[in-house]
């Protein structure tokens, strides 16, 4: 059948994706999309034009590239290239547009949307110039006309050579993104209304000391601006320059009823640019911005699995006693990740040994390539390996790299930087010289991965030892070799280089990087982000937590933490056990990859989850994640397409709720669920916030049903005594699961007694809408392969009433009908087996008392219930039935909890659609009667 049956949520622009790539691999269609930037600059038909202020010797430019996305331009005249006309205040300027690296395709926003257009924006864009110098923000009505104005921005050089943009607005309130900056130890609310986004140093990117650790601070320089009745706009600052953004007077609004903040920028030699960028809502503004940067490609699926690290493992004996404790203890593991020790010692003696040799220490770790095909085969566990960009001169590899000119050079231009740190003393690869970097990757990384590792943890890339007077191949300013102009781009240019690498090799999956730094864009090469060396406190987590908001706002869907923290030695009072379990907990939920992590040198903590914290709680809360991996999996893959974020704030959906827009102690997994964070030692969370709509608890299926945005208690105790976090379903949510038990070993499904629980689980929250979900489901990787085909299977809800054509099929009008429709496709040749689907449905009214036969249509028994059966291959919904027998052995329905029933097909063809249909009792005030109740599985 084909997928555009499968009404997938914003499902145009994913459906037409998906049909123009018929004849491609879906797989390979999602993992690619946006994978490399163009050129820097693009030429414009037709000139352009300026208006411009002699006084200030300053000329401003806007191009409206669509009604809801301008391009704008302040510098110096010359800085554009023409001269300072003096008696007029605009003139013509060469129709040459420029971009950073950051910007994913160039060449499309020019050609495809601007090419057309020449002179002033008009008045029906979302952006245009004021009176006076400056620009005037607009939302435009459905009419494409302006509604409002949302703000003014005004350009100035100041008198030191530095630019400024004063934005001033009477309707915004709420701003967000800007990537990663920690703010204040055990806040997890806050907006950064109020607060200074600052630099992590003169140029940017740096790990700056936290809280008892050090933690990143990363510019991503795209804001979200957010105002009362869908009042929004995005800026996007298409610069790598160290940025200051001050919004200490935008908490509250002035005397007149506006609010006022301001960005800060570097003296410069060329124009500052941005991007204004219009929408609906703050999912159309972040949905624009990732076209812009470019989506993130699909993760292999055992990323979204549970990852062992710590510093470090010292031998496979060390690692192999890990993982055997995990096994005993019933723990799923998809992989373990290896820090400096793997290819060399970190003694008092390492100095000048082993850094940048980036080859394995066989004395330790002898037989790489075979241990982790052992691995792989027994465990179905993977490896990700360190690396840095940092090289020994002691090492062969550094003669090898100075002689052809790719490390970093000194201020001659001529010869390699040195540098001396706690590492060695050598030189720094230059990324920003794709030569360079293409021969280390082909020379050292590619041998890695195909020996089997799977993922590359890129460490120290602010870069973190530099000097200023660091010369680069390439930079972000045309001409430029200066480290300032390099700076915010290493980590950028490194993570280029290894998804560079991984197409040139022939590779289908783009590559999986765990990196400390970056900026807007490094998540179309494959780049997750980690906060860093995290002191191991409950007032760090929750600060990461509100770092965690900004993070996805910033487009970095893969944002995690080291779990327990790094520096175990800054507890700061908190209990080590009710920290890591805590920490944990949140990690389940919220991180890709799941990855305890602590400094374990001299081999005195512990990291792995059945060595420390509460056993239990930690194994409930790992089981739960894994049962979750398909739903975060499809929600990766619709990332991967449509830009909709994996793990955003309440505000993303709900940002007319004035309650939300501060709230990071909540976020939203997907659209669907929600999770509830609990970070105060010793104390346990009584209530949670549930915006306007039905939820359900996903545990136990209780619905809260309310019109409005209320506060619900909770119990935050269980009868076991296990610590878990608060979760709640949206009414209409669809949740695909894996089946999670004592012998599961991974998310691929491996068991350890070589059995397969392959059914296709799904969890329903019923809703009286109807709603559906589109589960992206992988094959299991071959032994050359990290990724294979994919499944799309199609799920739909919804309830329905006589009006609807129950009574054609044996159900009373006057009660509800329960419809869950499942359907497959495939991007190549359909499955010709058998598939197992298994329903569990939380239901808004009661199934009606004792199920039975409906109109007599045959049966099979099942515990003693009657459970009729119906068999179709209509794409329509119920339209040429066709009777038939389920098999009793596998087919039949339950009640597992109050209101939710379980619902299981039993093997059917994979292509057919199952359609399952339960009778619910009358709705509240009728007299029920149960002569007509009953369940029926119709396939």
């Known amino acids: 059948m084909l997928f555009s049956l499968v009404s997938l949520r914003n499902t145009t622009k994913l459906r037409t994706r998906i049909h123009g790539a018929a004849c491609l691999s879906l797989a390979a269609m999602l993992t690619w999309t946006g994978f490399l930037g163009c050129s820097q600059q693009h030429h414009v038909k037709g000139d352009r034009s300026?208006?411009?202020?002699?006084?200030?010797?300053?000329?401003?430019?806007?191009?409206?590239?669509?009604?809801?996305?301008?391009?704008?331009?302040?510098?110096?005249?010359?800085?554009?290239?023409?001269?300072?006309?003096?008696t007029d205040n605009t003139m013509a300027r060469p129709g040459t547009l420029r971009f950073s690296p950051m910007i994913a395709d160039p060449k499309d926003i020019c050609e495809q949307e601007i090419r057309e257009k020449h002179g002033f924006p008009e008045d029906n864009t979302c952006a245009t110039f004021s009176d006076a110098f400056g620009i005037l923000v607009h939302r435009i009505a459905d009419a494409n006309?302006?509604?409002?104005?949302?703000?003014?921005?005004?350009?100035?050089?100041?008198?030191?050579?530095?630019?400024?943009?004063?934005?001033?607005?009477?309707?915004?309130?709420?701003?967000?993104?800007?990537?990663?900056?920690?703010?204040?130890?055990?806040?997890?609310?806050?907006?950064?209304?109020?607060?200074?986004?600052?630099?992590?140093?003169?140029?940017?990117?740096?790990?700056?000391?936290?809280?008892?650790?050090?933690?990143?601070?990363?510019?991503?320089?795209?804001?979200?601006?957010?105002?009362?009745?869908?009042?929004?706009?995005?800026?996007?600052v298409d610069d790598t320059a160290p940025q200051t953004w001050d919004f200490t007077k935008a908490d509250a609004a002035n005397a007149n009823g506006g609010r006022t903040w301001t960005l800060t920028v570097p003296k410069r030699s060329e124009p500052l640019r941005w991007f204004v960028i219009g929408g609906d809502d703050l999912p159309s503004l972040r949905e624009?911005?990732?076209?812009?940067?470019?989506?993130?490609?699909?993760?292999?699926?055992?990323?979204?699995?549970?990852?062992?690290?710590?510093?470090?493992?010292?031998?496979?004996?060390?690692?192999?006693?890990?993982?055997?404790?995990?096994?005993?203890?019933?723990?799923?593991?998809?992989?373990?990740v290896l820090d400096l020790q793997w290819f060399g010692d970190i003694q008092d003696d390492y100095k000048g040994k082993q850094m940048g040799s980036l080859t394995w220490d066989e004395d330790k770790f002898p037989e790489p390539a075979k241990k982790m095909a052992k691995l792989r085969d027994d465990e179905g566990v993977g490896i990700m390996v360190i690396e840095e960009s940092y090289v020994d001169h002691r090492l062969p590899e550094y003669e090898t790299l100075a002689s052809k000119?790719?490390?970093?050079?000194?201020?001659?231009?001529?010869?390699?930087?040195?540098?001396?740190?706690?590492?060695?003393?050598?030189?720094?690869?230059?990324?920003?010289?794709?030569?360079?970097?293409?021969?280390?990757?082909?020379?050292?990384?590619?041998?890695?991965?195909?020996?089997?590792?799977?993922?590359?943890?890129?460490?120290?890339?602010?870069?973190?030892?530099?000097?200023?007077?660091?010369?680069?191949?390439?930079?972000?300013?045309?001409?430029?070799?200066?480290?300032?102009?390099?700076?915010?781009?290493?980590?950028?240019?490194?993570?280029?280089?290894?998804?560079?690498?991984?197409?040139?090799?022939?590779?289908?999956?783009?590559?999986?990087?765990?990196?400390?730094?970056?900026?807007?864009?490094?998540?179309?090469?494959?780049?997750?982000?980690?906060?860093?060396?995290?002191?191991?406190?409950?007032?760090?987590?929750?600060?990461?937590?509100?770092?965690?908001?900004?993070?996805?706002?910033?487009?970095?869907?893969?944002?995690?933490?080291?779990?327990?923290?790094?520096?175990?030695?800054?507890?700061?009072?908190?209990?080590?056990?009710?920290?890591?379990?805590?920490?944990?907990?949140?990690?389940?939920?919220?991180?890709?990859?799941?990855?305890?992590?602590?400094?374990?040198?001299?081999?005195?903590?512990?990291?792995?989850?059945?060595?420390?914290?509460?056993?239990?709680?930690?194994?409930?809360?790992?089981?739960?994640?894994?049962?979750?991996?398909?739903?975060?999996?499809?929600?990766?893959?619709?990332?991967?397409?449509?830009?909709?974020?994996?793990?955003?704030?309440?505000?993303?959906?709900?940002?007319?709720?004035?309650?939300?827009?501060?709230?990071?102690?909540?976020?939203?997994?997907?659209?669907?669920?929600?999770?509830?964070?609990?970070?105060?030692?010793?104390?346990?969370?009584?209530?949670?916030?549930?915006?306007?709509?039905?939820?359900?608890?996903?545990?136990?299926?209780?619905?809260?049903?309310?019109?409005?945005?209320?506060?619900?208690?909770?119990?935050?105790?269980?009868?076991?005594?296990?610590?878990?976090?608060?979760?709640?379903?949206?009414?209409?949510?669809?949740?695909?699961?894996?089946?999670?038990?004592?012998?599961?070993?991974?998310?691929?499904?491996?068991?350890?007694d070589g059995s397969r629980r392959d059914e296709i689980v799904v969890r329903i929250f019923a809703g009286e809408e109807r709603t559906s979900f589109g589960c992206f489901e992988d094959t299991e990787p071959t032994a050359n392969s990290q990724h294979d085909a994919t499944n799309i299977i199609g799920i739909e809800q919804e309830c329905l009433s006589g009006d609807d054509g129950i009574e054609a099929l044996g159900f009373d009008p006057t009660r509800r009908v329960q419809v869950v429709r499942i359907s497959s496709s495939w991007h190549a040749e359909p499955s010709t087996g058998n598939r197992n689907f298994v329903v569990r449905i939380s239901l808004t009214h009661p199934l009606a008392a004792h199920p039975r036969v409906v109109q007599g249509r045959g049966h099979t028994e099942l515990n003693n219930e009657h459970l009729p059966a119906i068999k179709s291959n209509s794409f329509e919904f119920m339209e040429q039935l066709k009777p038939g027998v389920l098999d009793p052995d596998q087919a039949g329905w339950r009640m597992i909890g109050p209101g939710t029933i379980e619902l299981v097909s039993g093997d059917v063809p994979a292509s057919d659609v199952v359609l399952f249909a339960i009778e619910l009792e009358e709705p509240v005030g009728r007299e029920a009667d149960d002569s007509k109740a009953g369940v029926t599985i119709m396939r």
């Open 405 to 752: 000119g790719y490390l970093v050079r000194d201020e001659s231009g001529e010869k390699p930087a040195r540098i001396d740190s706690w590492w060695g003393d050598g030189g720094m690869i230059d990324w920003t010289n794709k030569a360079g970097a293409d021969f280390w990757h082909d020379w050292k990384r590619e041998p890695l991965v195909e020996a089997g590792v799977m993922g590359h943890w890129t460490d120290l890339g602010e870069p973190e030892a530099y000097r200023k007077d660091f010369w680069y191949m390439n930079t972000a300013v045309d001409g430029s070799h200066k480290h300032a102009d390099a700076h915010n781009l290493f980590n950028f240019r490194w993570a280029e280089s290894i998804a560079r690498g991984y197409k040139r090799n022939g590779h289908e999956q783009p590559p999986f990087i765990m990196s400390r730094s970056g900026t807007s864009g490094i998540q179309r090469f494959g780049a997750s982000m980690w906060s860093g060396d995290i002191g191991s406190n409950l007032p760090s987590l929750a600060a990461h937590l509100n770092v965690q908001m900004h993070v996805s706002m910033s487009g970095i869907d893969y944002f995690g933490s080291d779990v327990g923290g790094f520096r175990r030695d800054s507890l700061m009072g908190d209990d080590e056990s009710e920290m890591y379990t805590r920490w944990f907990a949140h990690s389940c939920l919220l991180d890709v990859p799941l990855r305890p992590h602590t400094s374990n040198t001299e081999n005195k903590y512990q990291t792995a989850p059945d060595r420390v914290g509460d056993l239990k709680s930690n194994l409930f809360n790992l089981r739960r994640r894994y049962a979750l991996t398909p739903y975060l999996h499809s929600l990766a893959c619709m990332a991967s397409v449509e830009g909709a974020p994996v793990f955003p704030p309440l505000v993303y959906y709900y940002q007319n709720d004035d309650r939300v827009r501060e709230i990071a102690d909540q976020k939203m997994i997907g659209r669907d669920l929600m999770m509830a964070t609990d970070v105060k030692a010793g104390e346990r969370r009584q209530s949670v916030y549930l915006p306007a709509g039905d939820w359900y608890d996903f545990e136990t299926g209780k619905l809260y049903a309310g019109d409005k945005g209320r506060d619900v208690a909770i119990d935050p105790t269980r009868p076991d005594g296990i610590f878990t976090l608060p979760l709640f379903a949206r009414a209409g949510a669809i949740i695909p699961m894996m089946h999670v038990d004592d012998k599961t070993m991974n998310v691929l499904g491996k068991r350890t």
């Open 50 to 86: 300026l208006k411009t202020l002699p006084e200030q010797d300053a000329a401003l430019f806007i191009v409206d590239a669509s009604q809801q996305l301008v391009y704008c331009e302040f510098g110096r005249p010359e800085d554009f290239g023409v001269g300072l006309d003096r």
């Open 288 to 336: 624009q911005y990732m076209e812009l940067v470019g989506r993130p490609p699909v993760p292999p699926k055992k990323m979204f699995g549970f990852w062992l690290s710590e510093y470090g493992f010292n031998d496979w004996a060390e690692l192999d006693d890990k993982l055997r404790t995990l096994r005993e203890n019933r723990f799923p593991i998809d992989g373990f």
């Open 145 to 236: 006309q302006v509604e409002m104005t949302l703000a003014t921005i005004n350009p100035q050089r100041l008198d030191d050579g530095r630019v400024r943009l004063t934005f001033t607005s009477n309707v915004i309130e709420n701003f967000y993104g800007l990537g990663e900056q920690f703010d204040k130890p055990g806040e997890v609310n806050g907006d950064l209304g109020g607060r200074m986004r600052t630099p992590g140093c003169e140029f940017g990117n740096m790990l700056v000391q936290f809280h008892g650790g050090y933690v990143g601070n990363a510019q991503f320089p795209i804001l979200y601006c957010v105002g009362d009745d869908n009042a929004n706009f995005a800026i996007f």
